[in-house]
């Protein structure tokens, strides 16, 4: 089992929210995750990306309970570097599709030294670089 995990915002998202049919999936690969005494990772974009809906709803609890699982979890942030940015822009140039959002959290993870980058973004599979694990093939 991985050492380090890079959790993309759409997992989070599903955990805090408790959103099936995904919640129950990324309970049980992050308590096995647990068992074996992981590190989980995200960056500073998983923020800005999950912290939209909150915002907007004025749903202050939502992004409470966001952050107390980060901080129960004892999640490692990556913060956006030059180093991150200019990563993110080779990604995007050898994967031409990728998002900004996406090569920039693909780059963080790399640049953190993760062993897997746990999404549900299914085009992010592509991506050599990283060992990804899809959500939606559990």
Same mark, same amino acid.
């Given at each position: 089992m991985a050492k380090k995990v890079f959790i993309d915002t759409n997992p989070l998202i599903y955990l805090v929210a408790q959103q099936e049919?995904?919640?129950?999936k990324v309970v049980k690969f992050m308590s096995d995750c647990i068992a074996e005494d992981v590190e989980f990772y995200t960056s500073t974009i998983t923020d800005a990306e999950f912290l939209v809906k909150p915002f907007e709803d004025k749903d202050n609890e939502q992004a409470e309970r966001y952050r107390d699982y980060l901080n129960k979890l004892e999640f490692v942030k990556c913060f956006i570097s030059e180093q991150i940015g200019e990563r993110a822009a080779k990604i995007r140039a050898d994967?031409? #599709?990728i998002k900004l959002g996406d090569a920039l959290q693909m780059a963080a993870s790399l640049d953190c030294n993760c062993d897997v980058f746990f999404?549900? #973004?299914?085009?992010?599979?592509r991506v050599t670089e990283a060992h990804v694990v899809y959500l939606g093939e559990l």
């Open positions: 049919p995904f919640y129950s994967y031409h #599709d999404t549900n #973004d299914k085009q992010l599979k």
